[in-house]
């Protein structure tokens, strides 16, 4: 079914069965930091918790699901997981190099690494592993 929204630059990752479209930017160009959740066995959207931080943390930010959490990283650095319970964003760490558009990868089943991405002060094209279990 439709989502009822329309946005671009969104991180997408799936986890616990469902599909996480976190932050991006809307149809009438305003950065969100907005979470939708998608569960395909109801066929129904629903609403997440809201990032945290500045809003523009939320564009062209990273997500991916390591170690039975959900994590994102936007253009600040900062690791956001999402809370055991689901209703809250928890930070748990910070990247050398915050970027945007970058990718978060599995790593084995404790790490995840950072892939390119950009800065304010141009690409990244370094790696960066982040350790996330037992956080």
Known sequence: PSPGFQRRAIAAAAYQGKLY????????????????????K????????????????SFGASAFAQH????????KGRILRLSE?????????????GRFFHRLLPLG?????VVGGSSRA??????????VAGQ
Do not use: C
């Open 109 to 113: 089943d404790d790490r995840l690494v």
């Open 68 to 75: 039975g959490h959900l994590y994102v990283t936007g253009v």
């Open 42 to 57: 109801t066929g129904a959207w629903s609403e997440g918790p809201s990032l945290t931080g500045e809003t523009m943390e």
């Open 122 to 131: 141009g690409r990244i094209l370094s790696l960066e592993l982040v350790r």
């Open 21 to 40: 479209v976190l932050g991006g930017m809307t149809s009438d160009n305003k950065v969100t930091q907005a979470v939708s959740v998608f569960d395909p």
């Open 85 to 97: 319970d689901g209703r809250s964003w928890e930070e748990v760490g910070h990247l050398d190099k």
